[in-house]
């Protein structure tokens, strides 16, 4: 079974930076596929923000995100990573963590964590 758990979520100031974390156990079936990190503002559909492959070589954004976002992880200790700077109050929402899955597309990804609440303020 994969678990994934996020942490790192918070409130935080426009232009400020979060690092989120999620810890993802992952079984040898999934490993050849991506990993992911979506978020769901209020009132809205969840939406896809980053992913990276499992050898790490290869990452995907969304547009409202890239290179103010950067993906990573680390096999070791099975966790995914997602660096957020210059944090906008539209990127206020909850970050959800998902694995096994192909590039963004949401319906793909098997195993998602619970979420963890991001809030920028003006």
């Known amino acids: 079974q994969v678990h994934p758990m996020e942490s790192g979520g918070g409130s935080v100031q426009a232009g400020g930076d979060l690092r989120l974390s999620c810890v993802i156990t992952?079984?040898?079936?999934d490993s050849w596929r991506y990993k992911a990190w979506f978020r769901q503002a209020p009132g809205k559909e969840r939406e896809g923000v980053a992913c990276i492959d499992a050898g790490g070589r290869h990452t995907s954004y969304a547009s409202s995100v890239r290179g103010r976002f950067t993906i990573s992880q680390d096999p070791a200790k099975n966790t995914l990573f997602l660096q957020m700077n210059s944090l906008k109050p539209e990127d206020t929402a909850v970050y959800s963590c998902?694995?096994?899955?192909?590039?963004?597309?949401?319906?793909?990804?098997?195993?998602w964590g619970q979420g963890t609440e991001v809030t920028v303020s003006p």
């Open positions: 998902a694995a096994g899955g192909l590039w963004l597309d949401e319906s793909s990804y098997n195993y």
């Open positions: 992952s079984g040898a079936s």
